[in-house]
C-alpha cells in the first residue's frame, strides 16, 4: 500500500495507492474558479516546469477554461526546466501579453528553487500582485521558509492546509512537530497535514479489519473517515482518494498565509478529469462489484488492471 500525500495531476487509479493529496478538481480548478469569479481574470498564463504534473494539469485547466468560453488567444502556455533562473524574456512576455485590457493572472506550476527568481523578476520588471497576481500549487511554508518573501508577498497560493489555519487540532499538532523537531522555527505544510490524514486513516482501518494484512486493510479503508486539521473531516472514497477543503491564501511577509477564500465544505477528489476526452467517460470505484480504476461508464469495460 503508497499513501501519497502531495498534490498530483489526477489520470489514475491503482488499487495499491490512496491518494490523500489534492487531485486537479481539489486545488487547480478552485484556484481558477477563485481567479475568475473573485477577481474578474480573463486573461490566463499557464506556466510550469517541464515535467508531467504540470503539463497535464495545464491540459486540464485548458480545457476548462476553453469550455468556460475562453479564447484560445486568451491563454498562454509556458514550461520552464528545472532550476530555471533567466526569466526576464519570459516576464518580459507575460507582462505584454497582461496588457490587452483584459485583468490577467498567472496559474503557476512552476516547481522549486526556480520559484525566487521568477517572482523576484516579477517585480523587477514592475508586475505587482494587483497587476497580474500569480497563484501556485507547489509554494507553501516550507518552501517559503528561510527565503526572501518580499517579492512574493500579496502573491496566491492554492491548498487544503495552511499552517495559519486557526483549528484546535491545528494548534495541538503543530505544537507536537515543533517539540518533537526540537526547532520553533520550522514549519508545518499540506502534504504533512495529507500523510497525517492518511496515517490515521491507515490505522483505522487496520482496527476496523483487525489485521495489517494489506488486501484487508485496502478494502477496509473505503469509508473511514478522521478528523482533518481544518477543523472538518476526511473521508476516503471508494475511488481511493479523500475529501478536502479548498484554501486559497495570500503570502505574508513572514511567510506564512493569510486565507482570503475557501470552499464551504470538502470536494471529493476525482481520479479522471470531467474535461478531458478519454478521461472524461472514465470512473473509479474499488468496491464490488465493479473493483476497477479505469471503468468506462460508455463502454461498461474496465480498461485498466485490476491488481487481483
Not at 528545472?82 to 493572472?105: N, P, R
Not at 473517515?225 to 481544518?230: A, D, G
Request: hydrophobic share 40%.
Amino acid at each position: 500500500m503508497l499513501f501519497y500525500p502531495v498534490q498530483y495531476e489526477g489520470e489514475e487509479s491503482s488499487k495499491n495507492v490512496f491518494y490523500t493529496g489534492a487531485a486537479p478538481n481539489q486545488q487547480a480548478i478552485p484556484a481558477v474558479d477563485y481567479l475568475a469569479e473573485e477577481i474578474g481574470v480573463e486573461r490566463w498564463v499557464l506556466a510550469g516546469t517541464d515535467y508531467v504534473y504540470p503539463r497535464t494539469t495545464n491540459k486540464i485547466l485548458e480545457a476548462y477554461l476553453q469550455a468556460a468560453g475562453v479564447a484560445d488567444e486568451d491563454i498562454m502556455i509556458n514550461y520552464t526546466p528545472f532550476g530555471h533562473s533567466d526569466w526576464q524574456s519570459i516576464v518580459a512576455d507575460i507582462k505584454k501579453f497582461g496588457s490587452a485590457g483584459k485583468k490577467t493572472a498567472v496559474v503557476s506550476t512552476i516547481n522549486g528553487d526556480a520559484n525566487v527568481p521568477f517572482y523576484k523578476e516579477l517585480g523587477n520588471q514592475g508586475i505587482s500582485a494587483e497587476d497580474i497576481p500569480v497563484i501556485a500549487f507547489s509554494v507553501g511554508e516550507e518552501e517559503l521558509s528561510g527565503i526572501d518573501t518580499e517579492p512574493l508577498v500579496g502573491h496566491l497560493a492554492a491548498w487544503n492546509y495552511f499552517m495559519s489555519v486557526e483549528a484546535d487540532i491545528n494548534d495541538d499538532f503543530i505544537d507536537t512537530w515543533l517539540d518533537f523537531i526540537g526547532d520553533d522555527d520550522r514549519v508545518t505544510n499540506d502534504p504533512m497535514e495529507a500523510h497525517y490524514i492518511g496515517f490515521n486513516m491507515w490505522v483505522e482501518a487496520v482496527n476496523k479489519a483487525g489485521t495489517t494484512d494489506a488486501s484487508a486493510v485496502q478494502d477496509a479503508i473505503v469509508g473511514v473517515s478522521v478528523p482533518n486539521l481544518s477543523g472538518g473531516i476526511a473521508t476516503m472514497m471508494p475511488n481511493h482518494h479523500i475529501t478536502k477543503p479548498v484554501l486559497i491564501g495570500e503570502i505574508q511577509d513572514d511567510g506564512q498565509f493569510s486565507t482570503v477564500w475557501e470552499t464551504s465544505g470538502t470536494v471529493p477528489g476525482d481520479a479522471w478529469s470531467d474535461f478531458l476526452p478519454g478521461s472524461m467517460d472514465i470512473t473509479a470505484d474499488w468496491q464490488a462489484p465493479l473493483a476497477c480504476g479505469n471503468y468506462n461508464v460508455k463502454t461498461g469495460r474496465c480498461s485498466g488492471q485490476n491488481y487481483e
